[in-house]
């Protein structure tokens, strides 16, 4: 699957600058999942983009309760985990405003930096939420 360089990203306005560890990521902007992208990028392959939806829906709830636990017991080494998890399931379906989230967690995790996870995982965790939602929606009327 060769990797596209366009965000699933719409809308959205700055609610802050990154610091300057964060490699220029936009944590304030809405992140919604796009399948006329992931189609697209698929070739056009509803029943593979159906595929691929079904196993985030199933495994990302897993995944989140996972980095849940991790932030909530102050386990960076769980937050690594976790989020890159994440992170590369986020990129399977071209949420690429979620799995640039996951990769702000999963270098916060590395740096053990319990404050910047606590701050990261509010917005991910809506933000996931959200997919979700769409990406389950999708299902049920595709």
């Known amino acids: 699957m060769q990797k596209s360089s366009t965000a699933a990203v719409r809308g959205g306005t700055k609610e ?11 944590m304030g902007q809405r992140v919604d999942f796009d399948p006329d992208a992931l189609m697209q990028n698929l070739e056009y392959d509803r029943e593979l983009l159906c595929e691929l939806l079904q196993a985030y829906v199933e495994d990302a709830p897993i995944r989140l309760a996972a980095l849940t636990s991790s932030v909530e ?15 590369g399931m986020s990129s ?3 949420v690429n405003g979620l799995e640039q ?9 590395r740096d ?20 979700l939602v769409q990406a389950r929606e999708y299902l049920a009327t595709n």
């Open 16 to 26: 802050h600058e990154p610091e300057s560890r964060s490699r220029g990521l936009n």
């Open 73 to 87: 017991n102050d386990e960076p080494g769980g937050v690594v985990t976790a989020a890159h998890s994440l992170k």
């Open 92 to 94: 399977v379906i071209r």
């Open 101 to 109: 989230q996951a990769l702000e967690l999963e270098m916060a995790g």
């Open 112 to 131: 053990g930096d319990m404050d910047k996870i606590r701050t990261l995982f509010s917005t991910f965790q809506h933000d996931l939420e959200r997919v």
